[in-house]
């Protein structure tokens, strides 16, 4: 059993950055395949980046070069840099069962969330 928590949300200007934490509350998250996933204000929550148990990284193409994916043996991190307003929403971390192939439409092995950390990114 894995219960992943996230933080690190907050407000920030545009251009500006922020890093995400994922950790385990209950379980171990380094036997996992481990992504990132937003939800914007009344859209749907689309996956935006993924990283392996190895440490192969994969990234949606609207935050690459912006956003960096990271992972040590306590968390999993997502550095975001050159925020832009429409990068606003709910940032959820979540197992999957692999990164292969990884898109805005990847699903995680569990449907239950963890209660997300809110970005918001405005002047």
């Known amino acids: 059993q894995l219960e992943l928590v996230e933080s690190g949300g907050g407000l920030v200007q545009p251009g500006g950055s922020l890093t995400l934490s994922c950790a385990a509350s209950?379980?171990?998250?380094?036997?996992?395949?481990i992504a990132w996933f937003r939800q914007a204000p009344g859209k749907a929550r689309d996956g935006i980046s993924c990283?392996?148990?190895?440490?192969n990284t994969h990234y949606v193409d609207f935050v690459k070069g912006r956003f960096t994916i990271s992972r040590d043996p306590a968390k999993v991190s997502l550095q975001m840099d050159s925020l832009k307003p429409e990068d606003t929403g709910t940032y959820y971390c979540?197992?999957?069962?692999?990164?292969?192939?990884?898109?805005?439409?990847?699903?995680?092995?569990?449907?239950?969330w963890g209660q997300g950390t809110q970005v918001t990114v405005s002047s």
């Open positions: 990283i392996s148990t190895s440490g």
């Open positions: 979540a197992r999957v069962w692999t990164c292969a192939g990884f898109s805005p439409d990847s699903s995680p092995r569990s449907p239950s």
């Open positions: 209950v379980g171990t998250l380094g036997h996992y395949a």
